[in-house]
């Protein structure tokens, strides 16, 4: 994640107490108990403990943890249909937590909209008439309420069943309702509670894959709460890892693969097939050298032969890949008397962004061994990835 992108909304020191003993129960949390503890002296419960996180503008940040971690504890405290014990929760200069009833309810409204695990549609409402209630509820025009509706429906896949009625849908068509009718709303930031869980396996993976197309797609502030893993590490831009109410670990699903900070975490991702998501970025070696397109044959035979390789990248002065020139193509190049080696280049090789995973890579090795570039959206050569470091890495991230 790229730091230097705007924070939609900061969460600092935000601990929630169940009980009525608040202060009592922080108290012995900052003399160093833990949950547990807290509890068994002072019977209040210690749901979220000195949280703090940022959400970046346009991110999908995971929220995780087993049963009893917090999670769905702390995205009601985001939206405040949870009162904080202390703590803050920013989002665009608003403090939540410091807002009056008034103000919270228009903060919601412009900010906030949450699609939860059991559907939460309305029986006696069609389809359209259930993704328009927000827009009702707001008093929007019935005319353009019906036309942002159905735009977004066709969104999510639903064009054409705006007259059914949720029982006549399966359960990934009516969470694609859900979905939908928080789109609807237009808040800046979409809250999910576990809302793909109730879902069949396959029917689950099919709604992470659209949500991801529509992430890609409108970069909606998104905050995802789940429990499991392998759904975390496929969707999440970032994953905020959380056990008995405390943040265990913040980053990519990379960075918590590769760099898991305790056993906790270790045992957590146990039997994850790395391969899905470590990435081309993680098993990408500097590239020893390059030619330049001005190069002449001879050139670029001279380095190759310095770095004992048969074949080069080729770029431009901005480091934008051209083309791979092979040994026996500079030769014949210097042999026809060529001043540059631009006609004697071959496209015949692959490239692949940063992000692509591991497990994609293995089929594009070709029979000649080509190292496989990785390139920006530029186009520029970032770096090349080779079959040894593909399996160094993976067996590399399973030692740890």
Known sequence: MDETRNVKIKVRGLSK????????????????LKRPEILEKTGQTLGLSNISFDVYEGELLVIMGLSGSGKSTLIRCLNRLIDTTEGDIIIDDENIPTLSEKALLECRRRHFSMVFQNFALFPHRTVQ?????GLEIRGVDPAERYKI???????VGLEGWEDAYPNQLSGGMQQRVGLARALANDASVLLLD?????????????MQQELLELQSRMQKTTVFITHDLDEA???????????????????????ILTNPADDYVRRFIEGVDRSRILTAESAMRPVRTTARESDGPRTALHRMREHSI?????????????????????????EQGADTITDYLT??????????????????????????????????????????????????AGEK
């Open 17 to 32: 107490v169940f009980g009525k003993q608040p202060k009592k129960a922080l108290e012995l949390r900052d003399q160093g």
């Open 129 to 133: 008439k259930n993704v328009e209630f």
């Open 149 to 155: 509706a159905h735009e977004t429906l066709t969104q």
């Open 194 to 206: 576990e809302a793909f869980s109730a879902l069949d396996p396959l029917i689950r993976k099919d």
């Open 233 to 255: 590490l496929n969707i999440g831009d970032r994953i905020v890892l959380l056990k008995d109410g405390e943040v265990v670990q913040i980053g990519t699903p990379e960075d």
């Open 310 to 334: 048969d074949s080069i990248y080729v770029t431009d002065r901005d480091r934008n890949l051209l083309g791979l020139l092979e040994v026996d193509s500079a030769s014949q190049a210097m």
């Open 347 to 396: 496209q015949d090789f692959r490239k692949v962004p940063p992000e692509e995973p591991l497990h994609n890579l293995f089929a594009m090795f070709s029979e000649k061994g080509f190292p496989i570039a990785v390139i920006d959206e530029q186009e520029r050569l970032l770096g090349v990835v080779v079959k040894g470091a593909v399996l160094d890495q993976l067996a590399r």
